[in-house]
């Protein structure tokens, strides 16, 4: 039975890192994977991952399973991350949320939860979209519109063509938005545009469903959230997908969590039993390791100042390395790459043809998407010369 089946195509990003890193050229530079890497190439672990993980290991007396919603100090700690310690819903309790094997099981235990309210439901996606949204909550069986969101000609928002699209979301459909950092196209909303966003759902009644996976990555972990607290403060219903996958690090450890925001206690209370339902039918229980670690550190003084410094270093150094990029690139092609340093978080489109990313790779070893889009973090002191002369010289061929 099982010879019918195909050899399927290997996932395009993974693809070419394997061929990056299968290149021998020593200047090779490799922009694929949304994973942030430091000045020397490496994607680290966490100081406070180090220290809590280390605690973990002497303290854990048992690998019994965890409950089915997660392990209590992550849930508290992360609904307070991500609405905020000052949210009303909060404080109403009109929040719950489940533990998940990363965003991507989050995201999954958010369509699950949809398609149980209304099975098949339209899902809005802004288009681009990072490319797994599709099977992810396809696979569930729910439906996709596009809503057109990145200006190619101009590398920002359309919000006009954006509401334009979205007037026809209506009650029973839902609108996927980044929180920040959007992937692939780094280009966010603003706060302004989010209060649109809010009176569009307060009168037409579609759902918003928010995937952040880089809180804490574009302008500091209060503002990249401050978009979807807006959208709460407002809104009787949403569903938050959050992973502690980059903000962390603990990309392997699958931590995540999806919150829903009710109309009420009542009303939350019952969400967390479907999510954990939904959960039993998909994979029964969450991992613990990775949601051990990053509720102790959110939840000791210590271990979580720690965490914030570090992860506001990388932030900083992302930024740096947009502006610092942007001036390399301006000088080697001369012409306006001013959109990286207004976009936010790990990824950008440099705006080449795929032709042109091609040449990258085959003359330069400069690994991007055929989209040209680059992980920003990829870039270093050691690379970024290299980089912008490649560029240049593939813009002037
Ligand atoms: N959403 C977006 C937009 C992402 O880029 C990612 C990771 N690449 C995720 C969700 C899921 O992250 P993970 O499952 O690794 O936590």
């Known amino acids: 039975m099982l010879e019918s089946l195909p050899r399927l195509p290997d996932d395009p990003i993974l693809g070419l890192a394997a061929a990056a890193r299968a290149d021998g050229n020593p200047d090779k530079v490799d922009l694929t994977v949304g994973i942030y890497m430091d000045e020397s190439g490496l994607c680290p672990v966490f100081d406070a991952v180090r220290q809590a993980q280390r605690a973990l290991v002497d303290e854990e007396a048992t690998k019994a399973y965890m409950p089915p919603v997660g392990d209590p100090a992550f849930n508290t700690g992360m609904r307070q991350l991500v609405f905020g310690t000052d949210s009303a819903a909060l404080a109403a309790g009109r929040v719950s949320s489940i533990q998940t094997p990363g965003g991507c099981g989050a995201l999954r235990i958010g369509a699950e939860v949809i398609n149980a309210a209304v099975p098949g439901a339209r899902v809005w996606v802004s288009d681009p979209t990072w490319p797994v949204h599709i099977p992810l909550l396809g696979s569930v069986g729910l439906q996709f519109e596009n809503y057109r969101y990145y200006e190619a000609a101009d590398h920002s928002v359309d919000f006009d063509a954006m509401v334009d699209d979205l007037k026809q979301a209506r009650r029973g459909d839902v609108v996927l938005l980044h929180g920040c950092c959007h992937n692939p196209c780094g280009a966010d909303l603003s706060l302004e545009q989010w209060g649109v966003i809010a009176d569009m759902a307060e009168e037409q009644g579609f759902l918003p469903f928010i995937d952040i996976a880089y809180q804490g990555l574009g302008d500091g972990l209060e503002r990249d959230a401050a978009g979807l607290r807006l959208l709460a403060a407002r809104l009787p219903e949403m569903i938050v997908a959050a992973s502690c996958s980059k903000n962390m690090g603990l ?12 109309a009420d206690a009542n009303s939350a209370d019952a969400l967390q039993s479907q999510a954990a339902v939904a959960a039993r039918r998909v994979y029964s229980m969450p991992p613990a390791h990775g949601a051990l670690i990053a509720g102790r550190i959110l939840s000791d003084g210590g271990l979580r100042e720690n965490w914030e410094r570090e992860l506001g ?15 390399k690139l301006e000088a080697e092609a001369g012409r306006d790459f001013g959109f990286i340093e207004r976009e936010k978080g790990m990824f950008s489109f440099l705006g ?46």
């Open 352 to 397: 080449l043809s795929a032709g042109q990313a091609r040449a990258l790779r085959s003359e330069h070893s400069v690994y991007m998407l055929d989209s040209s889009r680059i992980n920003v973090a990829g870039v270093n002191a050691g690379n970024i010369d290299y980089l912008a002369r490649a560029v240049g010289a593939v813009l002037r061929a």
């Open 251 to 262: 990309y392997r450890e699958r931590t995540g969590i999806t919150l829903f925001l009710c």
């Open 313 to 327: 270093g990388m932030c900083q150094r992302i930024n740096g390395l947009r502006g610092e990029l942007r001036r």
